[in-house]
């Protein structure tokens, strides 16, 4: 017979190579048909319920890298709780509203204008449902799960009748008010944006300063003085009707190059620098309080325009006198208010100038920056004209520049319940600390929010008008819209006259003629999805409100997290999350942003068939994701050669356990040898390690090195690096063998527990590999925590033998650099310990050298305290000395032994090999080795 088949070699159909691509798809079609998220809800029914409430993605194309880094995130901790004794379910959703499928509509060719709105809403609708099938797709492939053929969807009539109600919950206590402020406006979307709609890009603008001549100066200043404004959008001018000055700033007239000026006492050196003045002399100095109500001269127009007091003028740069369009600043709409100026906005929803700025109509607003600064200089009020670069708000969707412009909106006040939404800010939990200072101060100066978009794919705002224009809002109005939404869908608004909208027999008395109009404009997008803690956490029996936790990316705390508190707080008085978790960007390899442009996106699809989606999955896990995450091809192959270590160790683990039964080959603990007690104990230390500061505590990244660190140090490096002395050399149902065999037989039903919620395809492969009684392994619990005897002591003794080990090594290492030795297994090894040392020896036991994969033929420990030769390695508390050993090499264990040869059947294994063969092949005493 062969030598080899007298080893028990491990042997395991569990493949060396994931092939994760190609299985994936199979296993995931298998969980679907067998309904495992159905059986795990089932299996936690009665527990304690935690409900992750899915911020909904935009339906519009493929899934990017940021949906699988937020979407793998959440099915990690749902998994996790599952698997720790809670009920989680998972509803994901969608958001389908909005100007992005508008824009895809208009790029397809498909024309609004030559249809009707509910035709064109049609369309909307069913490409929003063709997108919704494929994120769908998307996010199954990645093993998300989800109660996916029920989710919710913005769009859907029993979702939009909540928010109705919503709406109307908020105008009967008052929030609802429709006001002519100025907004950030999109000329690009013709339609206001809210806040979470804006983000910043630099622009280059024009820098002028421009002076306007006293016409009454309250006997203070001479009609020949001019007061000097400075502004970065001369476009604003034709509707100047003001200029702010604060009432404690102290101001100055100045004579320079023959004329006479007012700016602002310290920021005088800063304006004669920029104009280029030789000469000045300050004539007076007064407070702005005094300049209160003085006029100017408009430097184009023949009106007058308002000297007022305003707390927002600064001195930061400019000249302390701000140019105030109450038609194009919410600072000066506030301070226009309390002088009672009117506002002006001759600007329309295209961005286009109207005949209230005379000279300028049917110009695009920045094409006449150039003219009219041309018109002050020819008006002689130009006295400077330069250019900077800066940051500026832009529309989040065209790209393209907003403007401030007053138009008639429907608004939320936000002054009215602020400060109940800043006390339920600081009783949620920010897992991310920063978090909650965040959302503070976006609440704390935010703006009343602009609910109205001039849009039509959306939800229409409820509201109708009676024949004074006055606007009808009642709950009665309120609840039989809703109603009609949720039979008819909020299509039925476009589809009937406002008469039909209304409840039957319906009348006001603004109508006496019985005539009604609607309102055309819809609900902001943030109104669709900061609904949904009515429309599906308190509609779906499964959920619960409030959310135990709320996970979107960083950007939702002027998004999602900020319209979802808002009018929670307004209808229910409280948060609708009791947590809060945020999360980064995703990066490219050097920490760019992805831009399609730029070619450094990674689409999930492509690595999912390239790698697999567990690759993906294991990536999230491995990445700090509270600030913004790197992810590249080269990042991705480094993670697979991560997940090539765990699969190989657990390889290992399932090939020496496969003649094993855990029912009747399971040593107990207190039978086992100690070392096998030290690697259960520090498997249980994982255990509570991964639940009690990774899961627990949402840290993945920690869940991830912690086990990997397992893997790496104490199987890899020391465990399993001597097993094989063990597990492939001694008889078959030996003691040592099965004591070794049950951990890892333990160890692998832990790591695949474990790794479940991060790697679920794997887990599950590994799991038809154990003998468990439970189908899937999706379908157990984590592992239990215990305490095991004498525990401490344990750990204390093998913590310091590790340290004599590591010592061992490095002189084994000398002796290898010395070319005195190639393998330890031909080391003779002579141990010089102190007292502490050898008295540790003798506990750990008669396999030492095992551990220390070495002869135990040529290895000894000598008395404590007898002195060591000078070429031994010294330590502080023990010398090692590593020579050659002289034995014969066994050709069955690989060991250098004394007795190879002894036994004269088999002359070429040594003594205790000879024995096992014997007594375990007892044919290959006649038939010899081959």
Not at 606 to 623: T, Y
Not at 801 to 824: C, H, P, T, Y
Not at 890 to 910: M, S
Request: aromatic share 12%; charged share 25%.
């Amino acid at each position: 017979m062969k030598m080899k088949d007298t080893l028990h070699l491990g042997k395991t159909k569990f493949p060396m190579r994931g092939n994760l691509p190609n299985r994936e798809g199979d296993w995931q079609k298998e969980w679907e048909e067998n309904d495992i998220y159905g059986k795990r809800q089932k299996i936690n029914e009665g527990k304690p319920t935690f409900v992750l409430h899915d911020g909904p993605p935009f339906a519009n194309g493929n899934i990017h890298i940021g949906h699988a880094l937020n979407k793998i995130s959440k099915d990690i901790i749902i998994r996790a709780k599952s698997m720790s004794g809670f009920r989680a379910p998972y509803v994901p959703g969608w958001d389908t509203h909005g100007l992005p499928i508008e824009q895809v509509l208009t790029n397809k060719g498909i024309k609004r204008k030559e249809m009707s709105t509910a035709e064109y809403r049609q369309k909307c609708y069913d490409y929003a449902m063709t997108q919704i099938d494929k994120q769908r797709n998307d996010f199954k492939r990645l093993g998300v799960q989800g109660e996916w053929e029920d989710p919710y969807v913005t769009l859907a009539p029993s979702y939009e009748a909540a928010e109705i109600r919503v709406f109307g919950k908020m105008a009967e206590k008052g929030y609802i008010y429709k006001g002519m402020k100025p907004i950030y406006w999109s000329p690009s979307s013709e339609s206001s944006l809210a806040e979470a709609e804006i983000e910043y890009k630099d622009i280059k603008s024009p820098s002028i300063y421009v002076s306007f001549k006293v016409v009454d100066g309250k006997e203070l200043l001479d009609e020949d003085t001019s007061f000097i404004i400075w502004t970065t959008t001369p476009w604003t001018l034709p509707s100047n009707l003001a200029i702010a000055v604060h009432p404690d700033f102290d101001y100055v007239q100045v004579k320079a190059d023959g004329n006479k000026y007012v700016v602002a006492k310290d920021l005088l050196e800063d304006v004669q620098e920029v104009l280029a003045w030789d000469e000045v002399e300050i004539l007076q100095e007064f407070k702005g309080s005094q300049l209160e109500n003085m006029k100017a001269q408009h430097p184009f127009y023949d009106r007058t325009s308002l000297l007022i007091l305003g707390d927002h003028v600064t001195l930061d740069t400019g000249t302390g006198l701000v140019h105030t369009a109450p038609g194009h600043g919410e600072d000066d709409y506030y301070v226009g208010k309390k002088y009672g100026l009117p506002v002006l906005s001759p600007v329309d929803s295209r961005g286009v100038f109207t005949s209230e700025a005379p000279g300028f109509e049917g110009i695009f607003y920045d094409k006449a920056n150039p003219m009219i600064t041309d018109l002050l200089k020819e008006k002689g009020a130009l006295l400077s004209l330069d250019f900077f670069v800066h940051s500026y708000p832009h529309d989040w969707r065209t790209k393209k520049p907003v403007i401030f412009r007053a138009t008639p909106q429907w608004f939320a006040s936000i002054d009215k319940f602020r400060q109940n939404i800043l006390d339920e800010i600081e009783k949620v939990d920010w897992i991310i600390p920063w978090g909650k200072s965040r959302l503070y101060n976006m609440v704390r100066d935010r703006g009343d929010w602009v609910i109205s978009r001039q849009r039509a794919w959306g939800v229409p705002l409820p509201i109708f008008y009676a024949e004074n224009g006055e606007a009808i809002i009642t709950p009665e109005t309120i609840e039989h819209v809703a109603q009609l939404f949720e039979e008819y869908g909020s299509n039925v608004w476009f589809e009937r006259d406002a008469k039909d909208l209304l409840p039957e027999g319906f009348t006001h008395p603004d109508s006496p003629n019985g005539t009604f109009t609607k309102e055309t404009d819809i609900m902001d997008v943030w109104f669709d999805s900061g609904s949904s803690h009515e429309a599906v956490l308190r509609q779906r029996p499964e959920l619960a409100f409030p959310a135990d936790m709320y996970l979107e990316g960083s950007d939702q705390y002027r998004g999602w997290f900020n319209s979802s508190i808002t009018t929670s707080v307004a209808v229910n008085g409280v948060a609708p999350y009791k947590s809060v978790l945020s999360q980064g960007f995703t990066l490219d390899g050097e920490g760019h942003k992805m831009s399609k442009s730029l070619g450094n996106t990674i689409v999930p699809d492509k690595v999912i068939k390239q790698m697999g989606a567990d690759i993906l999955r294991l990536w999230v896990g491995s990445v700090d994701y509270e600030s913004d995450v790197r992810v590249s091809m080269d990042i991705l192959k480094q993670v697979s050669e991560v997940y090539r270590k765990i699969r190989n160790t657990v390889r290992f683990l399932l090939a020496n356990t496969s003649d094993f039964e855990p029912k009747t080959n399971e040593i107990d603990f207190v039978d086992l040898r100690s070392v096998d007690k030290y690697m259960l104990i520090r498997l249980n230390q994982l255990i509570k390690e991964v639940r009690d500061n990774g899961y627990d505590k949402y840290d993945f990244l920690h869940v991830y090195r912690t086990i990997l660190n397992f893997i790496t140090v104490d199987l890899s490096s020391f465990y399993l690096d001597f097993a094989k002395d063990v597990v492939y050399i001694e008889k078959e149902d030996s003691y040592e063998r099965r004591c070794m065999q049950t951990v890892f037989y333990k160890a692998a039903v832990a790591i695949a527990k474990l790794l479940t919620p991060i790697i679920p395809f794997t887990t599950e492969e590994i799991w038809s590999f154990l003998k468990e009684e439970a189908d899937y392994v999706q379908l157990t619990d984590f592992p239990a925590y215990q305490v095991y005897p004498n525990q401490e002591e344990l750990l204390d003794i093998w913590t310091a033998f590790m340290e004599f080990r590591d010592k061992v090594l490095k002189a084994l290492e000398i002796a290898r650099n010395e070319k005195l030795i190639g393998k330890s297994m031909e080391a003779k090894v002579t141990v010089y310990p102190n007292e502490q040392v050898q008295t540790l020896l003798n506990v750990v036991g008669d396999n030492v050298a095992q551990l220390l994969i070495i002869s135990p033929d040529f290895f000894e420990i000598k008395e404590a305290g007898e002195k060591a030769p000078e070429k031994a390695v010294q330590f502080d508390d023990v010398a090692i000395l590593v020579e050659k050993a002289d034995g014969e090499v066994c050709q069955r264990c690989r060991q250098v032994r004394k007795t190879v040869g002894e036994n004269e059947h088999f002359p070429t294994i040594c003594a205790h090999c000879a024995a096992i063969v014997e007594d375990e092949h007892p044919e290959a005493v006649q038939e010899g080795f081959e």
